[in-house]
């Protein structure tokens, strides 16, 4: 991809890339193709949005200029290699400190959105409890303690609200379980009481939590429908209509997304969308694989986690297990409500880290997982095919294979 600085109109300085796509799908594919190609121009203020990431990578890349064809090639393999891994190092001390100063790791006075992951993961180990075939009576003591605790500190903190009614709800169904197996903790008792009696006070209304019976039939009828067509007819879509989506159809999108299990229930996730077009262009600014197609999408999402959710070093990297499922879910959610939608990789190092943050305003605590494109479908479009692997390659017969190295229980 070369690119010319050029005076544009008199009153913006532009650079022009000249980029070959696919006359057929629009998607950059065959740099070499001399069948068509377009010109984008991006203008100084989008540019200066990539600011120091722009001028790094065009200052490699104009060395490498000057000193590929000189350079044997063992000494260029070398390089890379050494090169990558310095900045794997380097990724990896930026991914460290992030964690280290927004997770919700031990500390002294934990955020109020660490609490509340604690008080949720809490409170959510007795619904979990609750929902056993056969709960055990007078389960889960140490924990009931340690929430108690922590939602008396949340309150004196920072005032209740629909978590602590969660939290108390789930409380109250524990010990009427334990009343009717007569196996009340007398201290137990006290501390749950003195708690339901703080929050009724408090002004706050009665939300859901605890578990609910439910019978085989009502999750049949409501979850059996033909999932292999809707899964076999979402594809990623690089081609939209111009008709505008409307916000509610996008937060319906979002409300089904929200249904998406998360780790103890603690819903990191958050979807920053934008719809107008100078956003969207600087947003995508940042992003490589949106060529072709990213200036047509009605909306864009930044997809994100906030890091403040996860207590432990265990969880280093949970942001991206229920951040790429609630990622999914939108995808899935978008395909169910007529829209096309096309996942976009966030797999880019630090330096754009800072900058997409810098301009999509994202939350110091949040990761970003990936974005992504949405529109209304066109009449006709083209979609890659996308073959997938042999099942064989995916679904691995365990037990075979344990058997196979010799391994005993
Ligand atoms: C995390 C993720 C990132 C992706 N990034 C891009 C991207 O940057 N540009 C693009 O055109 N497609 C992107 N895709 C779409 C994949 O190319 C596509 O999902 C895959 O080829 C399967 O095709 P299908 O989605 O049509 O089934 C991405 C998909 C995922 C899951």
Redesign the pocket.
């Known amino acids: 991809m070369g690119h010319d600085r050029i005076k544009c109109s008199g009153e913006v300085d532009c650079f022009v890339f000249r980029v070959r796509l696919c006359g057929v799908c629009r998607?950059s594919r065959d740099w070499q193709s001399p069948t068509c190609h377009a010109i984008i121009l991006i203008e100084r203020q989008q540019l200066s949005a990539r600011g120091d990431e722009m001028s790094k990578t065009d200052g490699r890349r104009r060395l490498a200029g000057y000193l590929g064809p000189v350079t044997p090639q063992w000494i260029k393999t070398t390089y890379n290699i050494l090169y990558s891994r310095w900045r794997l190092i380097n990724n990896c001390i930026y991914d460290y400190r992030f964690f280290r100063r927004w997770s919700g790791l031990p500390r002294l006075a934990p955020s109020r959105i660490s609490l509340r992951a604690l008080i949720t993961m809490n409170y959510h180990r007795i619904e979990k409890g609750l929902s056993l075939r056969e709960p055990r009576p007078g389960f889960g003591k140490y924990h009931i303690e340690k929430l108690v605790r922590d939602l008396h500190s949340y309150i004196d903190r920072f005032g209740p609200d629909q978590t602590i009614v969660v939290a108390v709800n789930v409380l109250r169904e524990y010990l009427e379980f334990n009343r009717r197996h007569d196996s009340v903790d007398q201290a137990i008792r006290e501390q749950i009481e003195a708690l339901q009696e703080r929050v009724a006070k408090l002004p706050v209304c009665d939300e859901r939590g605890g578990s609910i019976e439910l019978t085989r039939a009502q999750i049949q009828e409501a979850g059996m429908i033909d999932l292999h067509r809707f899964f076999a007819s979402?594809?990623?879509v690089?081609h939209f209509s111009h008709e505008p989506v409307p916000r509610q159809l996008i937060e319906r999108a979002v409300a089904m997304a929200q249904s998406t299990p998360s780790v103890c229930n603690r819903q990191a996730w958050r979807v920053y969308c934008f719809q107008d077009p100078d956003t969207k262009r600087a947003v995508l600014a940042h992003?490589?694989?949106?060529l072709g197609?990213g200036e047509q999408a009605s909306w864009v999402f930044v997809i994100t986690c906030d890091v403040a959710h996860f207590v432990s070093v265990g969880e280093r990297h949970q942001a991206w297990v229920d951040g790429?499922m609630f990622?999914m879910s939108l995808l899935h959610a978008l395909h169910s409500l007529g829209l096309g939608a096309?996942?976009?990789?966030w797999s880019r190092e630090k330096e754009a880290d800072r900058a997409l943050r810098k301009t999509a305003a994202i939350d110091e605590r949040d990761v970003i997982i990936?974005l992504a494109a949405a529109g209304h479908l066109p009449e006709k479009l083209r979609?890659?095919q996308?073959a997938r692997k042999h099942l064989h390659e995916v679904m691995i017969d365990g037990d075979e294979r344990r058997a196979r190295r010799g391994r005993t229980a």
């Not at 992003?287 to 949106?290: A, I, K």
């Open positions: 998607v979402r594809h990623s690089r992003q490589n694989g949106n197609f790429g990622s096309c996942a976009l990789n990936m979609v890659a996308s």
